[in-house]
């Protein structure tokens, strides 16, 4: 199978709760500034499952209720089947039970919540969806660094012939302990300006998306909305060109090789993955340039900043959105750059195809088409 039905789409992040205000907000002119070095979610008022307890959503940590919500949203419109299988990723979900738990031991072991110490798991989201819906299908999460949503998207398509749907996040909350870890490693920048001359890291975003993948005869066949379509996402490594936290052209370039073979005439622009870190942007701006050649490029984290594991289903949703409403979308917040790619004024497209790309430390790369419907 090529590819799969998008039937569902939900979202948060620091442009809004639902993916109609978040596009909007993005290709305003208004430029939304990271506060404190942070783009942060408004988090008040978002969508609760009917069946949880207040109590027990109340006890929820930051990126499990974004998580939630976006989930929420995105299955609003399909029928409710046991057999749905749920993948939903977090880089930063446990970080702040972990440091709550180790000042614990550090007090000396007083006892700790259960309900708020099993968040720890880096796949509670994935195991709380199907308790909270009634899905006996499976349930993982992915551990892919900053490419770990579009890892799971490659996971769906060995799914789709055993499952009536699959539900497919990522969620990310600014917590302190990844502000001091990325600070530590001297990737935090001073502002979000991907491709820009004076660029010099990212910028931490948060919020979640998801998507409801199925079988496209199936979604046809029950007259369902389907916002679009996901081809099966490339994965690559960049081999020993690379390291662990610097970036090689290799792995981005032959992933985009097999992604984009037969649309490069299709696409209306390229999602950069783009963190605003001197290095990886061009980088991958160059092997985005002998891939697909003249295409537009632009930078979805110029305004949102960097959500880690949560980035690529945000942004691809982002793109799905901008191809549905025939825009290529302009990069934020960039002063001067020397790349001619970039996309710097919103403009109006009637192509129906997009590339996304994904990186992530270690290596890990990963590359997707969108078509909009």
Do not use: W
């Not at 506060?35 to 109340?58: I, Q, W």
């Not at 890291?201 to 998306?209: L, R, S, T, V």
């Not at 090689?248 to 097999?258: A, D, E, L, P």
């Amino acid at each position: 199978m090529d590819k799969l039905a998008i039937t569902g789409i939900g979202m948060i992040d620091n442009l809004g709760k639902n993916p109609e205000q978040c596009f909007s907000n993005y290709i305003s002119d208004n430029y939304v500034d990271a506060y404190d070095g942070k783009f942060v979610a408004d988090t008040s008022d978002m969508l609760r499952p009917e069946n949880m307890r207040g109590s027990d959503y109340a006890s929820l940590s930051r990126v499990n209720q974004m998580g939630l919500h976006a989930a929420e949203m995105a299955m609003a419109n399909i029928p409710m089947r046991e057999n749905t299988f749920t993948l939903f990723s977090t880089l930063s979900n446990g970080n702040e039970e972990l440091v709550d738990f180790v000042h614990d031991l550090e007090d000396g072991g007083r006892r700790v919540k259960p309900k708020r110490m099993v968040q720890s798991l880096k796949d509670h989201l994935s195991g709380l969806i199907p308790i909270l819906h009634n899905f006996t299908g499976g349930s993982t999460a992915f551990n892919s660094a900053c490419a770990s949503s579009l890892y799971a998207l490659h996971y769906a398509f060995s799914l789709a012939d055993d499952y009536d749907f699959i539900v497919c996040g990522g969620a990310n909350s600014i917590n302190d302990l990844d502000m001091e870890y990325f600070g530590k490693l001297g990737a935090l920048g001073t502002s979000s300006k991907p491709f820009d001359e004076d660029r010099d890291g990212f910028i931490m975003g948060e919020g979640a998306g998801c998507v409801v993948l199925e079988r496209p005869y199936s979604a046809i066949s029950r007259g369902a909305t389907i916002y679009g379509y996901i081809y099966k996402p490339s994965l690559g490594s960049d081999g020993s060109a690379g390291n662990i936290v610097e970036p090689s052209s290799i792995g981005i370039t032959k992933t985009m090789q097999r992604s984009a073979e037969k649309y490069k005439e299709a696409l209306a622009f390229v999602s950069a993955h783009a963190t605003s870190t001197p290095a990886g942007d061009v980088i991958e701006y160059d092997a985005i340039k002998k891939v697909v050649g003249d295409v537009p490029v632009t930078a979805f984290k110029s305004k949102l900043g960097h959500t880690l594991g949560a980035c690529s289903i945000i942004e691809i949703i982002y793109t799905l959105m901008a191809l549905r409403n025939k825009t290529i979308p302009k990069s934020h917040n960039i002063d001067e750059t020397l790349l001619n790619n970039v996309v710097l004024e919103n403009s109006k497209t009637t192509k129906r195809f997009a590339l996304k790309n994904s990186l992530g430390f270690g290596g890990k790369c990963a590359s997707v088409i969108i078509e909009a419907v």
